[in-house]
């Protein structure tokens, strides 16, 4: 069974920074594709960033392209997102998943989820 935890959330002004991280159990880390996906009150969870296995390939949302970076250490089986210039509408719960090999911005395909961390940003 994988496990994900997620930290590094919290409350930052407009324009700060946050990093989260999200941390994975499990052997095979560098099998799993992984994302991170958000969901606001009164949204649906929508995705924000992804990565593959060896890190070579990274994918973003157009809300967060140039303002997000993911990244993973597989020898740590932790992967990250670094989250800059943030603005109010970054305000959500941020979760990470994890899918095997393939890359998907459907949070219907992934199969372990992680349980959450708030990231609120005032105005």
């Known amino acids: 069974q994988v496990q994900l935890v997620e930290s590094g959330g919290g409350l930052v002004q407009a324009g700060g920074s946050l990093r989260l991280s999200c941390a994975v159990s499990?052997?095979?880390?560098?099998?799993?594709?992984m994302g991170w996906f958000r969901e606001a009150p009164g949204k649906e969870r929508e995705f924000v960033s992804g990565?593959?296995?060896?890190?070579?390939?990274?994918y973003y949302a157009d809300s967060v392209k140039g303002r997000f970076t993911i990244s993973r250490d597989n020898a740590n089986n932790t992967v990250f997102l670094q989250m800059n210039s943030l603005k109010p509408e970054d305000t959500a719960v941020y979760y990470c998943a994890a899918r095997r090999w393939v890359a998907s911005r459907s949070s219907n395909e992934y199969t372990y989820w992680g349980q959450g961390t708030q990231v609120t940003v005032s105005s």
């Open positions: 499990g052997r095979t880390f560098s099998s799993y594709f």
């Open positions: 990565i593959s296995g060896n890190g070579g390939t990274t």
